[in-house]
C-alpha cells in the first residue's frame, strides 16, 4: 500500500520559515515526478512546486518562486519543501503528490498519490 506522509507544518509568523516533509512507503518514488500543493480556504488546489524525477530541476509556481525550495532525499523515499519568507497568503493546508513522469506535473488531477495533506498558518 502506497502512502505519503506530510509533516512539518504549523504556525508561523509572516517572515519565518518551515520545512514540510514527505515521507513515502509502498514504493519507490525516485523516478516518479513528486509534487507540492496547497489548498487555501474557499480557493481551489493550487500548484506549488514539482519536479519530474529525482535529479531533475524543480519548477515553481511564481507565487513562491525564490522563496520556497524543492528537495529529494532518495535514501529516505522523503521530499521536502523549504518554505521562506512566509506570508499569510501561503497560509493553506499543504499536500504532496507522486505521479508518473509522462503526466502533467503542474495539474493536480494527473497525480496518483497524495498525502492526507498539512496546515500551515502564517500570521501577521
Known amino acids: 500500500q502506497v502512502q505519503l506522509v506530510e509533516s512539518g507544518g504549523g504556525l508561523v509568523q509572516a517572515g519565518g520559515s518551515l520545512r514540510l516533509s514527505c515521507a513515502a512507503s509502498?514504493?519507490?518514488?525516485?523516478?516518479?515526478?513528486m509534487g507540492w500543493f496547497r489548498q487555501a480556504p474557499g480557493k481551489e488546489r493550487e500548484f506549488v512546486a514539482a519536479?519530474?524525477?529525482?535529479?531533475?530541476?524543480?519548477v515553481y509556481a511564481d507565487s513562491v518562486k525564490g522563496r520556497f525550495i524543492f528537495s529529494r532525499d532518495n535514501a529516505k523515499n522523503t521530499v521536502y519543501l523549504q518554505m521562506n519568507s512566509l506570508t499569510p497568503e501561503d497560509t493553506a493546508v499543504y499536500y504532496c503528490?507522486?505521479?508518473?513522469?509522462?503526466?502533467?506535473?503542474?495539474?493536480?488531477?494527473?497525480?496518483?498519490?497524495w498525502g492526507q495533506g498539512i496546515q500551515v498558518t502564517v500570521s501577521s
Open positions: 503528490a507522486g505521479s508518473l513522469p509522462t503526466r502533467n506535473m503542474y495539474a493536480s488531477r494527473d497525480y496518483e498519490y
Open positions: 509502498g514504493r519507490t518514488f525516485s523516478t516518479y515526478t
Open positions: 519536479n519530474r524525477w529525482s535529479g531533475s530541476t524543480a
